[in-house]
């Protein structure tokens, strides 16, 4: 008998020796698995178990200085006080043709 | 929690096996396209995130999966241990899985790689049990019922008697039935390697056992 032919029957002989778990253990095997992948999240649930306080800070963020650019704006641009007019611009007054100048 | 599901939690979740997960998927381009449109059904909704779908694969697949884990954890508990968490592996990373592609090599690679780290595990940290591994290997012989035949024992005993590596190829030649390349991809191994294991492994058998076959 050649190495081949050898090889080839022990091949055969020895399939039988390949383990079968019986349905019992296959059906809880696969209860099992089916329990645990349900309970899996999935890559686009763990995405967004991540994203989602990332997006939520970053709103938040983005609120927070909109909201502060828009109150410094306004801030400077309120009108002028007249305390502060005639600490800056001169007042000219005219009285019979003389023209008399305050605040400088 | 079981023998399986602690070497599980302690090892597979390493960086060495991600990689190998990792390269597992991408090695599988050599293989021919799956040709079972259900099964490739299946996997395009799995990937769509219906879980449901997944037991398609789980039916298909989990019987041969628990046999190459037995063949080389040689227990019944490990070996369901460890079938069950190459599926749920497999499902974790199913978003890494080509579409168009069998996924018997993929869960097959999974299970191999999860069954030969169980083994490292206990060989490094069970030493008390390996060296009562004689008794422990005689009792789960039980699960195989082609063990009431002489010929069976004898052929079991033989490639049993084969260290480590040579031991495993023999068995998933011998017993499951792989190819030489489908060996390779499943150990992480060349193919070259997994013929010189072999070649020495079938010397050794030859002649262990050559009076059955005179």
Do not use: C
């Given at each position: 008998m050649t190495d081949e032919q050898f090889f080839e029957r022990l091949r055969d002989d020895a399939r039988p020796l390949r383990y079968e778990a019986d349905d019992v253990a296959l059906t809880r095997l696969a209860a099992r698995v089916r329990e645990r992948v349900a309970a899996e999240p999935t890559v686009a649930q763990l995405l967004a178990r991540w994203f989602r306080p990332v997006a939520v800070s970053l709103a938040t963020l983005a609120l927070v200085a909109t909201l502060s650019v828009q109150w410094y704006e306004r801030n400077q641009q309120q009108p002028v006080t007249l305390d502060a007019a005639m600490s800056t611009d001169a007042v000219e007054i005219s009285v019979d043709g003389n023209t008399y100048t305050l605040g400088q | 929690m079981t023998y399986a599901a602690t070497i599980y939690g302690?090892?597979?979740?390493?960086?060495?096996?991600?990689?190998?997960?990792?390269?597992?998927?991408?090695?599988?381009?050599?293989?021919?396209?799956?040709?079972?449109?259900?099964?490739?059904?299946?996997?395009?909704?799995?990937?769509?995130?219906?879980?449901?779908?997944?037991?398609?694969?789980?039916?298909?697949?989990?019987?041969?999966?628990?046999?190459?884990?037995?063949?080389?954890?040689?227990?019944?508990?490990?070996?369901?241990?460890?079938?069950?968490?190459?599926?749920?592996?497999?499902?974790?990373?199913?978003?890494?899985?080509?579409?168009?592609?069998?996924?018997?090599?993929?869960?097959?690679?999974?299970?191999?790689?999860?069954?030969?780290?169980?083994?490292?595990?206990?060989?490094?940290?069970r030493h008390e049990e390996i060296s009562e591994a004689?008794?422990?290997?005689?009792?789960?012989?039980?699960?195989?019922?082609?063990?009431?035949?002489?010929?069976?024992?004898?052929?079991?005993?033989?490639?049993?008697?084969?260290?480590?590596?040579?031991?495993?190829?023999?068995?998933?030649?011998?017993?499951?039935?792989?190819?030489?390349?489908?060996?390779?991809?499943?150990?992480?191994?060349?193919?070259?390697?997994?013929?010189?294991?072999?070649?020495?492994?079938r010397g050794k058998l030859m002649e262990k056992l050559a009076d059955l076959y005179d």
């Open positions: - | 302690g090892l597979v979740n390493g960086p060495l096996v991600l990689d190998r997960l990792i390269f597992a998927v991408q090695d599988e381009a050599s293989i021919t396209a799956s040709d079972d449109p259900i099964e490739r059904r299946a996997i395009d909704a799995v990937k769509n995130g219906d879980a449901g779908s997944y037991d398609v694969l789980v039916s298909k697949y989990m019987k041969r999966v628990v046999s190459i884990a037995w063949g080389i954890v040689r227990n019944a508990t490990d070996a369901e241990d460890l079938a069950q968490e190459a599926f749920v592996k497999a499902f974790q990373t199913i978003g890494r899985f080509r579409s168009g592609e069998p996924f018997g090599p993929w869960i097959y690679r999974i299970v191999t790689n999860l069954s030969l780290d169980a083994l490292k595990h206990r060989t490094r940290f004689e008794p422990a290997a005689r009792r789960d012989r039980a699960d195989l019922p082609a063990m009431a035949n002489e010929l069976s024992r004898r052929i079991d005993d033989a490639i049993e008697s084969l260290p480590g590596m040579q031991r495993i190829v023999a068995r998933l030649s011998l017993v499951e039935q792989f190819e030489h390349g489908e060996i390779a991809r499943m150990m992480g191994l060349t193919e070259g390697t997994v013929r010189s294991h072999l070649s020495i492994a």
